[in-house]
Every structure is written in structure tokens, then in C-alpha cells.
């Protein structure tokens, strides 16, 4: 085992799992933090008995992000929310603050790499606060850890994602249409092992990827109509697919917003993400990407139908 420790941020997340995963592999030793470390559990069987430690951090109080890099010479932090909810989860705080609070322990502690995951998208300009507090929280890594290592992924699918299991979990409701914001938005769907893995060749080189962005999207370009189609193709459902108008859904998308802020649920749908899905989420052609890590990344329809089979009627027998 390396003597080198890794502190990760959101390590019990979708892409936090798979780096976990990743570098228990190469020998790390890992602090994995969040909020709830008692559901972080399932991170320790990763690795050797005691490679893998699970304690206490939430990125909106800056004494327990410097508590969790003390000692550690690799910082990756994969905290992002979709929405805010009740008490300290707000874009702000976490996205934009949080982010900054990280990459100044980072340095304060003389960490050699910083990799911070951000998101396509990130623009200050944005009338989204999910994008707008994206890019704030880069530029506030980018002021206090220069070399710090940015990863700006597309849309991230894999066992865990809260999309294509989302929207197959909404097909299988009887009789309701599946509604679609901005049908021809399109996206970029990358692999979760592919993120996690670009941040290993980020880790394990450092000197090579310092100080710069990489924006990650998969193979191939989709609309979001043809993403549903092909998940209700794999599930092998027929199902209505509803387009709902913007500003209708806009509507929505803000009551929803505003009892997520009072209430303990997680809402379908929200303004900012309605805002978000006027854009296209693709990666731009002068962008740097999976090509500078030596990457070829994974198509959807190799990994999707894998995971997707429990949705289908009577599951692998047909
Ligand atoms: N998923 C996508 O399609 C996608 C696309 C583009 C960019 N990204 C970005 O990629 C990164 C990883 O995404 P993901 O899909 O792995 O997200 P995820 O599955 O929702 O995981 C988020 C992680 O953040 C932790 N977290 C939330 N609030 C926290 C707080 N206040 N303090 C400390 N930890 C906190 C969560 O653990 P606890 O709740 O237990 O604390 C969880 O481990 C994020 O930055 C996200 O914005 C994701």
C-alpha cells in the first residue's frame, strides 16, 4: 500500500464510487469523506482492510474541509448538487464557496495535486445558478491552486446515474406519459469509468495535466428525445413521450423548486435545471478532452442495456 493519501470529497457520489474503486486498485490510501460516513461504508471492501477510511465533511463548513486535508497530498472533490434543498445545501455555498474553502486548505497544506470535477456548462453568464456557481467555483480553484487539475464532464451515465434510471423508473408508471423539457437539447452522455478514470491518468501524472481544463463527453452526440427513445427501446416499453413547452415547464419547475426548500423532497424538476436544459451540454471542438488522457471513450449502448435489464418487463427473459 502507497503511503500517499488521497482525500475525496463526495467520495460515496456516482463518480466518487468509481475513483474510490480506482485507486484502492493502485495502492492509495484513502480519507473518503461526506456528510454521512456511516453511508459511506460500502467504500471500505474497495480496498485492503484499512485502506479506505470513511469520516465526517460538509464542504459548507470550511473547519471540517481543513480537518479532512490534513496529511493528505492528493485533494479530488466531487460535491455538486442539482438543487438546494433545506439548510446548508445551496448552490453557493458548495458549488462556488465550498469549492474555493477545498483548493485553500489544499494549498494551505502543501498538497501536490488538486482535482476538482466541474461541469460543461460552467459560464458566469448563465441564467442557471447550478452553471453560473460551477464556474465561480473554477475560477476560485484556479486563484488559490493554479495547478489545479479541472474536469468538466457531459451528462455522466453508469449503474448509478440519476438519469437513464430516472427516466426508465418513470416509464414503468402506468398510464402517464414521459415528460421531456427541451426535447432537442443536446448531450454528450460520458461513462462514470471513463471520468474516473481520467482523474487516475490526473493523479498519477500530475505534472502532465496541471493547471488545466478538460471538458469530457462520450462518443457520441444525442438530443434528449433520442436519449428517451433509446432508453424506452432497451426497457423495451412503449411509451408516450410528452414535450413540455419551456415556460410551462419553467412554471413548474419553479413551485417544485420552492417547496424543495422547505420540504425533505427531491423535485422532479426545477427552474434552474429548465434554464440548463436551453443549452446544449456537448463539448465544444477546441475543448481538451479524453484524447489528452489517452482515452477512448465508452458508447452508451455498450454499457446501458447492462444495467437497464431490471426495467424490463420480465427482466433477462426477454
Ligand atoms: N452526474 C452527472 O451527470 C454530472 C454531470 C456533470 C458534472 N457532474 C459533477 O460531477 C461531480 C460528481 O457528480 P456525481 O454524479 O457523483 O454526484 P452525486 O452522485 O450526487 O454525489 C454527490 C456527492 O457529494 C456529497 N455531498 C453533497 N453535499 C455535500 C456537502 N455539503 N459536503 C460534502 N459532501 C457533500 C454527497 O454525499 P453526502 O450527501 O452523503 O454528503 C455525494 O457523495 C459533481 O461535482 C457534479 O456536479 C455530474
Not at 465550498?98 to 453568464?125: C, F, M, N, P, W
Amino acid at each position: 500500500m502507497s503511503n500517499r493519501l488521497v482525500t475525496i470529497f463526495g467520495a460515496s457520489g456516482q463518480v466518487g464510487r468509481a475513483i474510490v474503486e480506482r485507486l484502492c486498485h493502485h495502492g492509495y490510501r484513502i480519507r473518503a469523506t461526506s456528510r454521512h460516513p456511516n453511508e459511506a461504508l460500502f467504500l471500505k471492501p474497495f480496498g485492503d482492510p484499512g485502506q479506505v477510511q470513511t469520516t465526517f465533511a460538509d464542504i459548507s463548513r470550511e473547519e471540517t474541509v481543513i480537518k479532512a486535508i490534513e496529511g493528505a497530498s492528493i485533494v479530488i472533490n466531487c460535491v455538486g448538487i442539482l438543487y438546494e434543498s433545506r439548510g446548508r445545501q445551496k448552490f453557493q455555498a458548495l458549488q462556488a464557496e465550498g469549492a474555493a474553502a477545498i483548493a485553500k486548505a489544499a494549498k494551505k497544506e502543501g498538497v501536490r495535486t488538486l482535482i476538482h470535477i466541474s461541469a460543461i456548462g460552467a459560464d458566469q453568464h448563465s441564467p442557471s445558478q447550478y452553471a453560473r456557481t460551477k464556474w465561480q467555483g473554477e475560477k476560485a480553484v484556479k486563484a488559490a491552486f493554479p495547478k489545479a487539475v479541472i474536469l468538466r464532464p457531459s451528462i455522466i451515465f453508469g449503474p448509478n446515474d440519476s438519469f437513464f434510471n430516472l427516466f426508465a423508473k418513470m416509464a414503468k408508471i402506468p398510464v402517464f406519459p414521459i415528460p421531456v423539457v427541451g426535447p432537442k437539447t443536446r448531450f454528450q452522455p460520458v461513462y462514470v469509468e471513463d471520468v474516473a478514470e481520467a482523474v487516475i491518468r490526473a493523479v498519477m501524472n500530475s505534472g502532465k495535466y496541471q493547471g488545466n481544463i478538460y471538458q469530457l463527453g462520450g462518443p457520441e452526440v444525442y438530443t434528449f428525445r433520442e436519449l428517451l427513445d433509446y432508453m424506452l427501446e432497451v426497457i423495451g416499453v412503449k411509451k408516450f413521450i410528452a414535450p413540455i413547452p419551456f415556460p410551462i415547464a419553467g412554471f413548474f419547475g419553479w413551485w417544485f423548486q420552492l417547496w424543495a426548500k422547505f420540504l425533505p423532497i427531491t423535485p422532479p424538476l426545477t427552474l434552474d435545471q429548465v434554464q440548463l436544459l436551453k443549452n446544449d451540454n456537448v463539448v465544444p471542438a477546441t475543448a481538451k478532452g479524453f484524447e489528452a488522457f489517452g482515452i477512448k471513450p465508452t458508447s452508451i449502448t455498450s454499457v446501458v442495456p447492462g444495467y437497464l435489464v431490471r426495467f424490463r418487463p420480465r427482466g433477462r427473459f426477454t
